[in-house]
């Protein structure tokens, strides 16, 4: 699976992240032609190879030539405007151009995140929502480049590293505010956030939205043979830290959707003491549902003496972030601990057995080429003990002498 992988040590920008895939070996004019067909007047754009502190890196550049007033929808073409563009213009913009599809719905669904956000902040609808600073020229063809980038480049998955935010204010729309910017603090619900020490705004909006819209998780490298490394470089230096995102472009093994299972999974635990016992075997069959490799509780005794339960999810990687959030909305938790942790996992193949009173599934676990256990399908051997009257356990011991019987099966 052509993974790519973005280690944002220093942050995230959308010109640094196209910068990273154009250092990959995305075709820059390839690039340019696409976004050509947005029709959007007053910019041109560069890709100059430049160093940061030692570090070859792209920089992606969209230069403003000048401004034009934004005509009303449907009539004219499509400029710059003061007062930033809404949901609606934008979508009307991507719709008609002649791009690829993927892509294309991809950008429109991350602009409409972005506008439920703006709109929730200020309280009003989407409709109201005018976009600003992600409104702008620059930021459409950041958001359009990055997916178009990862359309022609073939990218099957991504994922980053937790996104550091800076620290200081920084001037937006909203005036003065605190970083993260409100948009950007509201984008980033749910998604590990680096600690550091670097000043100002290190993580943009845009570079958050392209982010938590693209990738499957957040954490440390996945298991993956890399085959080229790339840096997207940004404005903004620190005195000790190049102001570049690196990207790792490679093969990653099979996802869990695949046949194998993931050898590398996050393990997800939350401690409750004050919730319901009724609620526990929906929240383990939700997180199942969910996605999740496995769900349990285990009976612990917490502080004051306090009877509790040890909930834990084993999950792939590309599901940690949903299910941290299942946990929070579905549990009464306050807190929920991950870690990524690496496992030795059987191949499973399922065998069927034919007994006299029906067909029963038996899972066979291989490990190494040797086959290490043989296990009938609990619901198949109920179903057929309801249905005849054997007791249970006489149906379960004869799909085990019958699936020990059959070739392959080690016996």
């Not at 943009?204 to 440390?220: I, K, M």
């Not at 075997?281 to 009976?299: N, Q, T």
């Not at 499973?348 to 040797?370: Q, S």
Request: with cysteine; net charge negative.
């Amino acid at each position: 699976m052509k993974t790519i992988y973005f280690d944002c040590f220093a942050g995230a920008a959308g010109d640094m992240l196209v910068g990273a895939l154009l250092d990959l070996g995305l075709d820059f004019t390839a690039l340019e032609g696409e976004l050509a067909k947005l029709e959007i007047e007053g910019y041109s754009l560069s890709n100059d190879s430049i160093l940061k502190q030692g570090v070859t890196s792209s920089k992606f550049r969209v230069n403003i030539t000048h401004e034009t007033h934004h005509h009303p929808e449907g009539e004219g073409p499509h400029g710059a405007h003061h007062h930033g563009r809404s949901y609606s213009q934008i979508r009307e913009i991507l719709e008609k151009a002649p791009i690829p599809e993927v892509p294309k719905s991809r950008a429109i669904q991350a602009f409409h995140r972005l506008g439920v956000v703006e709109a929730g902040i200020h309280g009003v609808s989407l409709d109201e929502i005018h976009f600003h600073e992600v409104g702008a020229v620059d930021s459409i063809i950041d958001v359009t480049g990055y997916f178009l980038g990862l359309h022609m480049l073939g990218i099957e998955r991504v994922a980053a590293s937790p996104l550091p935010t800076g620290s200081g204010f920084v001037q937006c729309a909203h005036g003065r505010m605190p970083v993260p910017a409100p948009a950007t603090a509201k984008l980033l619900e749910g998604v590990p956030v680096a600690q550091n020490n670097l000043e100002g705004e290190v993580l943009t909006p845009t570079g958050a939205l392209l982010l938590t819209e693209s990738a499957e998780f957040f954490g440390p490298v996945p298991e993956m043979t890399i085959t080229r490394v790339g840096y997207g470089a940004g404005d903004k230096d620190q005195p000790d830290t190049p102001n570049v995102v690196r990207a790792f472009l490679g093969e990653s093994e099979t996802s869990e959707e695949g046949d194998a299972p993931p050898s590398t999974i996050a393990v997800l635990e939350a401690n409750i003491d004050d919730m319901t016992p009724e609620l526990f075997p929906h929240v383990i069959e939700g997180a199942l549902k969910a996605g999740a490799l496995d769900a349990f509780s285990i009976p612990v005794t917490g502080k004051k003496g306090r009877p509790g339960q040890l909930l834990t999810i084993l999950s792939p990687l590309a599901k940690q972030d949903a299910l941290t959030r299942f946990l929070f909305r579905e549990t009464s938790t306050l807190g929920v601990r991950h870690r990524t942790t690496h496992r030795a996992v059987a191949e499973r193949e399922w065998m069927e057995v034919e007994l006299p009173w029906g067909v029963v599934r038996v899972k066979k676990g291989t490990f190494e080429g040797a086959v290490t256990n043989l296990a009938p399908e609990y619901e198949d051997c109920r179903r057929l003990a309801e249905e005849s009257g054997v007791p249970l356990k006489g149906v379960i011991e004869a799909a085990l002498a019958r699936a020990r019987e059959m070739p392959g099966s080690g016996s």
